[in-house]
Nanobody, 125 residues
């Protein structure tokens, strides 16, 4: 049974930083993707970043390139999202999701079958 659990959300001033964590367990196959999505009230859910568990390939949406970094803590089987230089536009509920994949990842919502409960990020101006 695949389970995902997010942590690390909170409130921060513009220009500040936060680090989100996603603890993943129960994946049966050797190759899969773990991604971060976000959704603010009244807006579409948006793919933020993804990493392939197997070849370590990473993927980012344009609006966070250079500010966010996704990585894997191999010892803990945990996926991290380091968020720097935050702006109010980054305020959202952030979700961790996973999908089985042989080699590549996408940031398309319908590709992901397993989801966590989310963690709130609020950036004040």
């Amino acid at each position: 049974q695949v389970q995902l659990a997010e942590s690390g959300g909170g409130s921060v001033q513009a220009g500040g930083s936060l680090r989100l964590s996603c603890a993943a367990s129960g994946h049966t196959y050797s190759g899969y993707c773990v991604a971060w999505f976000r959704q603010a009230p009244g807006k579409e859910r948006e793919g933020v970043a993804a990493i392939h568990i197997g070849n370590n390939g990473t993927y980012y949406t344009d609006s966070v390139k250079g500010r966010f970094t996704i990585s894997r803590d191999n010892a803990k089987n945990t996926i991290l999202l380091q968020m720097d230089n935050l702006t109010p536009e980054d305020s959202s509920m952030y979700y961790c999701a996973s999908a089985y994949s042989t080699r590549y990842c996408t940031l398309v919502q319908r590709s992901f079958h397993y989801w966590g409960q989310g963690t709130q990020v609020t950036v004040s101006s």
